[in-house]
């Protein structure tokens, strides 16, 4: 099993060190502390209202940057105002839905805000999907309107035109409908509810298609308080980059939310550019910036260059950081605090490292407990009275979090697929535990380290990968009689890559380039398997449980006399196996295109 997060207990004198460090923060986390005690949801406190009251009291701070170029929040509030009232005279108003399909950009951020005042829920798009998953995604908003990037027609020429909603702009044309709008305050946003739907966050779901989890305005004002306010601690000069795309979590509500607690800046990044990371961090005027592991591997495996240290970057919020590179990354870039935290779009509780306490994923002080588990269904245990039982203390266990008025869990937008993900009945009658699916270790002081993913979807490059979608896109090759597809850890690389297991059809020949050319053309970059395993023979039962956790413990490495194909890329498509794939992969060089 692979570990991304360190054993180490968390000690009286790791709290001690991080309070000390907390000090010259004091005032923030004052302001914010109420948040984490009392946050009741019909509160009229939403994110509109938190973002125009930064504007009415510093019009002229930076507000968000793109490409070096600065938007103030007295220009920002005005700009989404006007949107505001665009989509307004639409038809948009609370509790209805703005589809935007956009990479990061000024205007995608500020589409988002124009939704969220009016009480409308903004549906956020994943631009590398295509055919049946965008529709199935575009099907599930039932938006009113949408609105697209010119960046992203690709994904927008693959949605059918009978799931579009009746008002499709692009930024251009939506920009040129708001000319001469209001740019006055929506009297909605003060009335609106904290527990008003806020985002709609697409994750990977073990059918095979995305599910949408729904983000309200309450548990962003969560990651506010708490991630924002008193852990990441931004001062109202700092400016923290996102490089991640703006459909993430990470990006909307951490990285949003920890601007907004503080009254920052946000410098968005169009895309990730390992070479060109430290340029864009530079000219953007960063002090801080997200990530996920993936990431930070891919900085270190560029070659050292002066940039490494020009920029002014002290402190760095995301999860994944991977406790062998955790000290190596901060010292070779300069970085004084890593905030790794850990959380999910549809989980009701999130850690923080809010003590600075190196390689663990964090702190909460919300109600949780880690329970064993069947190594085989993923489901948690139950002792001989039908209650759940508790994992010792330091060893691996499934995380659960109770669900109560106070945490409430806001699900996904199909309750059935909410309800499967909670655990009744867990220690007494009558309580509830959501499930994250995910195994953790406690490391003392409500601290843990992050051990690994449960169940059919495994995370590669940040994203989470559904096994059924990927064996779907195999099977629908025509050589391909059946496949199953699972995770395998490859060393100094984050997460699990795909990895195929192919029953070829009688008679059939491989076909290496045909199958590259097909699953590029179906499947989004990060759900590619990079790895084939050709066999004679699969499992013949429903689920193929069984089989499945023998073909990943076999990995890539244990695969006998069955041939192995690794993805090169967009242009050489799969070829044999060789030694050094793998740390190719690890550090960027495979796949390439």
Known sequence: ??????????????????????????????????????????????IGQVFQKHAAAHPDRPFVRFEGNSTTYGQANRTVNRYASTLSGLGVGEGDVVAILA??????????LASVKLGAVAGMLNYNQRGKVIEHSMSLLGAKVLVWDPETSEALDSIPKS???????????????????????????????????????????????????????NRWLASMAGIGGMAVRLRHSDTLYVPLPLYHNNALSVSLSSVLAAGACIAIGKQFSASKFWDDVILNRATAFCY?????????????????????????????????????????????????????????????????????????????????????????????SGRLVESP??????????????????????????????????????????????????????HIAFVDRLGD??????????????????????????SVVYGVAIPDSDGKAGMAAVKLRDGAQFDPASI??????????????????????????????????ELREDGYSGTGDDPVYVLAGRKDGYVEIYDDYPADVANARAPRG
Request: hydrophobic share 40%; glycine share 8%; proline share 6%.
């Open 1 to 46: 099993m692979t570990t991304t997060a360190s054993a180490n207990k968390v000690g009286i004198a790791d709290i001690a060190k991080g309070l000390v460090d907390m000090a010259p923060s004091v005032p923030l986390i004052l302001r914010h502390a109420p948040g984490l005690i009392h946050r009741p949801a019909d509160a009229k406190r939403t």
């Open 516 to 549: 590259a050319e097909h699953l590029y053309k179906t499947l989004p970059a990060y759900a590619l398997p990079l790895f084939i395993r050709l066999v004679d023979e699969l499992e013949a039962t429903s689920t193929f449980k069984s089989r499945k956790v």
């Open 103 to 112: 990479k990061n950009s000024t205007t995608s951020l500020l589409l988002m």
């Open 393 to 446: 203390k330091g060893t691996p266990g499934l995380l659960i979090a109770e669900i109560s008025d106070r945490v409430p869990v806001d699900g996904y937008t199909d309750s059935a697929a909410t309800e499967k993900k909670i655990i009744r009945d867990a220690f007494s009658t009558g309580d509830s535990w959501f499930n994250s699916g995910d195994l953790v270790r406690e490391q003392g002081f409500k």
């Open 163 to 217: 799931v579009l909603p009746e008002h499709v702009f692009d930024f251009a044309a939506f920009d040129e409908a708001s000319q001469g709008q209001s740019e006055v305050n929506p009297a909605i946003t003060e009335s609106l509810p904290a527990s008003t739907k806020a985002f709609y966050i697409f994750t990977s779901g073990t059918t095979g298609l995305p599910k949408a989890s729904v983000m309200s305005h």
């Open 457 to 482: 979807t495994f995370r590669w490059k940040g994203e989470n990968v559904a096994t059924t979608e990927v064996e779907g896109a195999v099977d629908g090759h025509e050589c391909v009689e059946q």
């Open 292 to 384: 996920i592991g993936e990431l930070c591997r891919y900085l270190l495996a560029q070659p050292p260059k002066k940039t490494d240290r020009l920029h002014s970057v002290r402190l760095i919020v995301g999860n994944g950081m991977r406790p062998e590179i955790w000290d190596e990354f901060a010292q070779r870039f300069g970085i004084e605090r890593i905030v790794e935290f850990y959380g999910a779009s549809e989980l009701n509780l999130a850690f923080v490292n809010a003590f600075g306490v190196k390689r663990t994923a964090g702190f909460c002080p919300l109600p949780y407990k880690v329970v064993q588990y069947d190594d085989e269904t993923g489901e948690p245990k139950r002792n001989g």
